[in-house]
């Protein structure tokens, strides 16, 4: 694992310490581009309801302020999500309650640099 990559996992145990979300959080950086249906994207989090989980995975593709963007960005949708999404199993993206959680994230991240 390297620098960034251990910067980035420090950020995710703060995070869940101290912006904790409603299921645990599984967060994995990976070597491809992720798929979200017809799309490629850099970063993509979804909720598995049978396992209670929440997923975050974040392609390591990119520069390490790129990759901390996105989790700034999937962690807000984790921290948005609630039981109305349940039927969807998704979050709805980037609603105005979604931009209130990025800001408090971004600004948490601030403070802790
Ligand atoms: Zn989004």
């Known amino acids: 694992m390297n620098?960034?990559?251990?910067?980035?996992h420090a950020?995710?145990?703060i995070l869940k310490k101290e912006l904790p979300a409603a299921y645990p959080v599984s967060i994995?950086?990976?070597s491809?581009?992720?798929?979200?249906?017809?799309?490629d994207c850099f970063a993509a989090t979804w909720l598995d309801l049978k396992k209670k989980k929440f997923f975050i995975q974040i392609s390591k593709s990119?520069?390490?302020r790129c990759m901390l963007d996105s989790l700034i960005h999937e962690y807000a949708h984790i921290l948005d999500w609630s039981h109305l999404h349940d039927k969807s199993e998704e979050p709805e993206y980037h609603s105005s309650t979604w931009g209130v959680w990025y800001s408090k994230?971004?600004?948490?991240?601030?403070?802790?640099?």
């Open 32 to 39: 491809k581009k992720i798929s979200v249906k017809d799309d």
């Open 105 to 113: 994230v971004y600004r948490f991240i601030c403070r802790e640099k």
């Open 62 to 64: 990119k520069c390490y």
């Open 11 to 13: 950020y995710v145990r």
């Open 28 to 30: 994995n950086f990976v």
């Open 3 to 8: 620098d960034d990559i251990k910067r980035l």
